[in-house]
């Protein structure tokens, strides 16, 4: 099985379906993304979709519905979990400030931007 992520104008993961292999026959996206979106066009479903991998084994991850494809780096992510945080070089995102190691469970506040214990 292959897997297709739809994605808008700006990135944003709308759906994910799958395609039978004998539509996709080649796991490696550069060789079956043009026959997987070629057979996802016959079937009249629009956009523009991108081969996601089930197991996390190219494009980062799995592309998660509401997340985002950055084309320049050519992965999927998450969607920003909250203003303040940032993407870092590995296209994950981190908060202002490191979550404490020792206590917890934590949370975030957004609004102190800082970690908050649960206890």
Known sequence: MAYFAQIDDDGTVLQVIAVSNDDAPDPAPTNSEPLGQAFIASL???GTWKQTSFN???RKMYAPVGGR????ADVFIHAQPYPSWTLDANHDWQP????PAEGGPWYW???TLSWVSAI
């Open 44 to 46: 009249g479903l629009d």
């Open 56 to 58: 996390h084994s190219w």
């Open 69 to 72: 494809y950055l084309a320049d």
């Open 96 to 99: 202002p400030t490191p979550m």
């Open 109 to 111: 506040d957004e609004v």
